[in-house]
């Protein structure tokens, strides 16, 4: 059983920023590439930034490329989403998710293993 666990969503002025934290169970951390993807009301979920199982390689949606960072520590079994000079169209739930791998770009459908989701909402 594959468990993940966000926190750090909240209320935010466009162009600060917000860390995303997520946690999840030992297993996840060591085996499973790992990302972030959103749904805003009314939109389809859409992927926004992922990392390989060792933080080698990042991949980024370009709507947040050189904003947004993601990292990973395995040996605190911790994902985290720096998020940057925010915007209005960056409101949504942000999702936590683990995957067994990319064949090509990561898309929503290669994610597995979901957490419950935080809200973040940027005000204009």
């Known amino acids: 059983q594959v468990q993940l666990v966000e926190s750090g969503g909240g209320l935010v002025q466009a162009g600060g920023s917000l860390r995303l934290s997520c946690a999840g169970s030992?297993?996840?951390?060591?085996?499973?590439?790992l990302g972030w993807l959103r749904q805003a009301p009314g939109k389809e979920r859409e992927f926004v930034a992922a990392?390989?199982?060792?933080?080698?390689?990042?991949y980024y949606a370009d709507s947040v490329k050189g904003r947004f960072t993601i990292s990973r520590d395995n040996a605190k079994n911790t994902l985290y989403l720096q998020m940057n000079s925010l915007k209005s169209e960056d409101t949504a739930v942000y999702y936590c998710?683990?995957?067994?791998?990319?064949?090509?770009?990561?898309?929503?459908?290669?994610?597995?293993?979901w957490g419950q989701g935080t809200q973040v909402t940027v005000s204009s």
């Open positions: 030992r297993r996840t951390f060591s085996t499973y590439a």
């Open positions: 990392s390989s199982w060792n933080g080698a390689n990042t």
């Open positions: 998710a683990a995957s067994p791998g990319f064949t090509s770009w990561p898309r929503p459908a290669d994610f597995g293993w």
